[in-house]
């Protein structure tokens, strides 16, 4: 990524923040509860930017192919997407209504994908009603302006960001599930994962994972044939922020 790219990406990162942490303010929550919310809705957002990316490919395919049927789950699973269903799509989520109940629709929306998918099975934040009707409209307008790419590059970078903010707004207690992003890299570039499995015995929010992943990215392999991954966390909040 070259300096222009980085310098964009931290302006994003920044406008973000400051418009979701005046949001949090103005809803009178503590930065730990507005976290799970929020990061939620970026995972949200992300998941439904890939599916809706290999629903389009995947039509051209079937098309190219003279098929006339759409997509189904199994053909998103085989290209290792999660499958998103309609009710959970953002597109529909930000023509919910304003003065509809949206933080029932988000929860749903957010069972919905669990639903579909297993391995997410009780770990999407289903807490929404906490926010206001208003404050919940404006985050997920907020999160629908997210510049999105098919790597993940700008997911992984605002997530992150969030997550680190979030856990400075919680002082000392952050530290359960974020290690600062200089020291996991640091750690990285030391122990050189080029292959194999990587244990981390406190793996908070899955610093250590991500870090692994790009370093073998760098060095011109793929992540996902080279290693595996396994972690164990005490705090079952943090294991879902970790799954995430």
């Known amino acids: 990524m070259d300096k222009k790219d980085n310098n964009n990406y931290k302006e994003i990162e920044k ?16 930065a730990s509860e507005y976290a799970t919310p929020v990061l939620g809705l970026i995972f949200l957002k992300f998941a439904d930017f890939k599916f809706q990316y ?10 190219k192919k003279g098929k006339s049927v759409k997509p189904k789950k199994l053909h998103f699973q085989a290209k290792g997407i999660l499958f998103i269903p309609e009710e959970a ?52 307008k907020l999160m629908s302006s997210i510049p999105m790419d098919i790597e993940g590059d700008v997911f992984g970078k605002i997530y ?58 760098r060095h011109k ?4 044939k080279e290693i595996s991954i396994y972690g164990q966390e005490s705090t079952n909040e943090t294991v879902k922020l970790c799954k995430l």
Not at 16 to 26: G, K, T, V
């Open 89 to 140: 799509r953002f597109s529909n989520l930000i023509n919910i209504p304003e003065g509809s109940d949206i933080g029932s629709a988000v929860n749903n929306a957010m069972k919905a994908v669990e639903d579909e998918n297993e391995k997410l099975k009780d770990t999407l934040p289903k807490n929404f009603n906490i926010l206001e009707n208003d404050t919940l409209f404006a985050l997920l």
């Open 15 to 30: 406008r973000l923040w400051d418009i979701a942490d005046e949001l949090r303010a103005n809803s009178k929550l503590k």
């Open 221 to 224: 392999h793929n992540p996902s």
């Open 54 to 63: 290999a629903a389009d490919k995947l039509a051209k395919e079937f098309k």
């Open 160 to 217: 992150e960001y969030f997550l680190g903010k979030f856990a400075l707004a919680e002082g000392q207690k952050g530290g359960e599930f974020f290690t600062p992003t200089s020291l996991v890299k640091l750690i990285v570039e030391v122990i050189e994962p080029y292959h194999g499995r990587i244990l981390d015995p406190a793996c908070g929010s899955g610093g250590m994972f991500v870090q692994s992943a790009a370093f073998v990215k």
